[in-house]
């Protein structure tokens, strides 16, 4: 957590990407993982929740804006863990999913 940030926050990551899985047709397809993690100060997890669900439904109804031609096709959410920080005040919700896309 960077010092000073105001709660809740999140953060949005790329772990990792590789040549793509799907039948592409003479295209590329790449496969893209994401990580979106919620941070909150809020005496248990309700409120991270609430973001997080919000994050899922937004993920689910709209296809991201990609460069160079690429279009998402698809888009699986793969999981969800929650943790108490070590300082004891915040939670942290991190989701993993999978983006595939090809162009």
């Known amino acids: 957590m960077p ?5 809740p926050y999140l953060t949005v990551s790329t772990i990792t990407s590789q040549g793509g899985t799907a ?5 590329d397809a790449v496969d893209t993982w994401l990580q979106v993690a919620v941070y909150t100060q809020a005496r248990g997890f309700a409120v991270g929740r609430q973001i997080a669900k ?14 160079n031609g690429f279009v998402n096709f698809f888009l699986l959410f793969e ?11 915040s939670q942290q919700i991190t989701m993993r999913f999978k983006l595939m896309t090809q162009g």
């Open 3 to 7: 010092p000073g940030q105001a709660f």
């Open 23 to 27: 039948l592409a047709f003479g295209t």
């Open 54 to 67: 919000r994050v899922y439904t937004l993920t689910q109804q709209e296809s991201f804006a990609l460069s």
């Open 79 to 89: 999981h969800q863990q929650e943790r108490q920080q070590p300082d004891g005040l």
